[in-house]
């Protein structure tokens, strides 16, 4: 049987991300790339192309292919706001300090659990759209701001929903273990029980997960409560990720790695022993700038040595309406080179083949590669280090979600 090709570029470069090709961007000149029933059906140098006639021909005009951009770390659905919190914070007081007194996340909560499911679709497409222009193929969504069975479950729906009715890949985490509500005040035990039976058996139920977070840290979950959240993720064969280390060092990066935690996010206070565990468990190491910035935060992440310990970096938004409100991944983008000092190459690793990685999805997006999902973005740039350099400036010219043209939608 002859191959079929619905569509194919031509002059272009490619930057694959595939580690194979080479430890940068993977890069192919003057390459060319073809695709077939949303996969990418061939790609490599112009010149070795095989001859076949496609469907629909496309003159990239010397411009690079990219992966889709992936945003591996959100809480996108969630209503209300916190600029009267962020106005505190100005006065000097600080994200913990906001939390203890009963704002922070529980306001957040407040809201969230007033809006219907319509009301939280409206709202989390409206926070969608600005990743969507900006060439985000790939998303995580994360519960976390119900905290009571329904509203848990109402924030799943929504995300899922944004997959079927948005040109985008969701993937959704349940982060029931986000923050003690106030119902539960004092009885932080007795919460962790709730999330594991009933939160979790619903979530299930439904199969709205497709992994599950927790929040190790002071204000947050002992080591011992993510503990029995991770053995209950364990029953439903859900993987698990992490925010850890974030505010202090509670050695969550070890309990990550004993568990194959898929990734452990945050990370400004791990230290080199949480590092080596993650480097032996291949738990990606996700980064949030976003937060790190809008927090004002001093201590910086360990890059020097996850880098000598090869342990893989993704970059994330953390977007979320308290310590990240920032709706760009393209800025967390040059936030992580200009902050954390990440390369070029780094950067753009860490939104495409890492971040794959740390939703579990590397067999089918992240890279340029054949038998991938057909996830493309085609810039009008000269090198890709100007997607890490400049912000605000390159939007994609086309935007290619599972082989078919989204641009503009
Ligand atoms: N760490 C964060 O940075 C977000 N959640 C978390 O556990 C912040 C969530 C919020 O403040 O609303
Ligand atoms: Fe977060």
């Known amino acids: 049987m002859t191959p079929h090709w619905d569509s194919l570029w031509t002059n272009v470069r490619l930057a694959t991300m595939d580690p194979e090709i080479d430890s940068g961007y993977g890069t192919i000149e003057d390459g060319a790339l073809a695709i077939s029933n949303g996969r990418i059906a061939w790609l490599g140098p112009a010149n070795e192309r095989p001859d076949i006639t496609p469907d629909q021909q496309h003159d990239g005009q010397g411009g690079w292919i990219t992966p889709g951009l992936i945003d591996c770390h959100t809480h996108l659905v969630f209503a209300g706001n916190r600029c009267h919190e962020f106005a505190l914070r100005q006065q000097g007081a600080s994200y913990q ?17 007033a809006s219907s499911e319509q009301q939280l679709f409206e ?122 280390e974030q505010l202090s060092n509670l050695r969550a990066s070890h309990l990550a790695a004993d568990h194959h935690a898929l990734s452990v996010d945050h990370l400004e206070h791990l230290d080199e022993s949480g590092i080596m565990a993650l480097a032996r468990a291949d738990t990606v190491a996700t980064l949030l700038p976003g937060a790190f910035y809008f927090l004002r935060e001093t201590q910086l992440p360990p890059i020097e040595l996850l880098r000598r310990h090869g342990v893989k970096m993704a970059v994330g938004s953390d977007f979320n309406p308290g310590s990240s409100p920032q709706a760009s991944l393209r800025l967390s983008m040059q936030m992580a080179a200009n902050l954390f000092g990440l390369s070029p190459q780094e950067v753009l690793a860490g939104v495409t083949r890492n971040a794959a990685q740390a939703l579990g999805l590397n067999q089918q997006i992240g890279q340029l590669r054949r038998g991938l999902q057909a996830d493309l973005l085609l810039w009008e740039i000269d090198d890709p280090a100007e997607l890490v350099w400049h912000y605000g400036l390159h939007r994609p010219r086309q935007i290619i979600k599972e082989g078919q043209d989204v641009s503009g939608r």
């Open 97 to 113: 300090q906001i939390a203890e007194q009963g704002g922070g996340i529980r306001g957040t909560v407040q809201a969230t659990r």
């Open 123 to 244: 709202r989390a497409s409206q926070h969608l759209q600005p990743f969507l222009d900006e060439g985000v193929t790939s998303i995580e969504i994360k519960s976390g701001y119900g905290l009571e069975t329904e509203t848990e479950l109402r924030m799943l729906r929504v995300a899922r929903r944004l997959a079927q009715e948005r040109p985008i890949t969701v993937h959704t985490s349940f982060l029931g273990a986000h923050a003690l509500p106030e119902e539960f005040e004092g009885r932080a035990d007795a919460y962790i029980d709730h999330v594991c039976a009933e939160m979790m058996t619903a979530v299930a139920a439904e199969e709205l997960a497709d992994s599950v977070d927790m929040f190790c840290e002071r204000i947050g979950f002992s080591l011992a409560q993510c503990e029995r959240v991770i053995q209950s993720a364990n029953q439903y064969g859900l993987p698990i990720r992490i925010h850890a």
